[in-house]
């Protein structure tokens, strides 16, 4: 089984891609963030003749997120129970289903913006909330896993220069302890390998040639319980379909199971 996570930034701009990667790549199962679009706007039909049913949750021009599944959907859950929410309302950054024998959540973690700001306590409080709805899960038997952009880099070889994010958000303390919170609930980090230098990193931003100078930051990640990471045979970031005209600038991170 073949699960995937990617950010596409906007399903809109990105769907001829998304097609053919899909075609090509053989996924199962993949996590989709920021959607860009309201629901019903959602390709749906597009990707039903390509072989995939959609849960989708997605509210408008931002964020919005979705499970795409060739093996079945069942028991989808839109939204994070416990949201905190942002300026009074909840956004739409989680969405869960059962896909065969695996159980997944596709999460857009909030990015904070800066230190200091709202968004960035939101954020914080955003991931006590993913930790407490997904820990029942965590540590269940069936495989299950919490794909997606977590807007944090575990660790500082997932940044290409640490020190160009001193004071920024991705990289406090606060933000990676929140990380290991969720790590506690019985979730492991299933590290993908680089296709292409030391690192995989899975973002670089559009400007000052980050992606050709790989300067990129690993911060779209898999958090598998046990018996998920236990079935892993593989896992890599698809690092060309980051290049090119019209890609997205993050690329997917793709596992393999033996499930």
């Known amino acids: 089984m073949r699960i995937a996570t990617w950010n596409v930034n906007s399903i809109t701009a990105r769907l001829p891609r998304l097609l053919a990667w899909l075609e090509s790549s053989g996924t199962d199962v993949l996590c989709l963030q920021e959607a860009k679009v309201a629901e019903e706007q ?5 990707l039903r003749e390509a072989g995939y049913e959609s849960a989708v949750h997605a509210t408008g021009r931002w964020n919005g997120v979705a499970v795409l599944s060739r093996v079945g959907l069942e028991d989808v859950v839109k939204g994070l129970p416990g949201d905190p929410g942002y300026e009074g309302a909840q956004e739409p950054r989680a969405v869960s289903a059962t896909c065969g024998p ?3 959540w596709s999460v857009y973690v909030p990015n904070g913006r800066e230190v200091g700001h709202a968004h960035y306590a939101y954020k914080l409080q955003w991931l006590d909330a993913l930790k407490n709805a997904v820990a029942g899960d965590a540590a269940g038997g ?17 940044v290409y220069d640490r020190a160009a994010f001193e004071g920024a958000t991705h990289v406090t303390p606060a ?3 929140a990380l290991a919170a969720l790590r506690e609930t019985g979730l492991s980090d299933v590290v993908p390998r680089p296709l292409k230098y030391d690192h ?11 992606f050709p100078k790989n300067r990129g930051m690993r ?8 018996p998920f990471a236990g079935a892993v045979k593989d896992a890599y970031v698809d690092r060309e379909e ?4 019209g890609a997205s600038d993050h690329a997917p991170v793709v596992v393999d199971l033996d499930v």
């Open 175 to 177: 933000e990676r302890a």
């Open 42 to 46: 959602f390709p749906v039909e597009a």
């Open 219 to 226: 911060i779209d990640l898999v958090y598998g319980n046990g």
């Open 200 to 210: 995989p990193y899975t973002y670089w931003d559009y400007r000052q040639l980050c």
């Open 242 to 245: 980051r290049k090119g005209k």
């Open 142 to 158: 069936r495989p299950f896993a919490v794909l997606g952009d977590y807007n944090i880099a575990p660790a500082d070889d997932d």
């Open 102 to 104: 695996v159980r997944v």
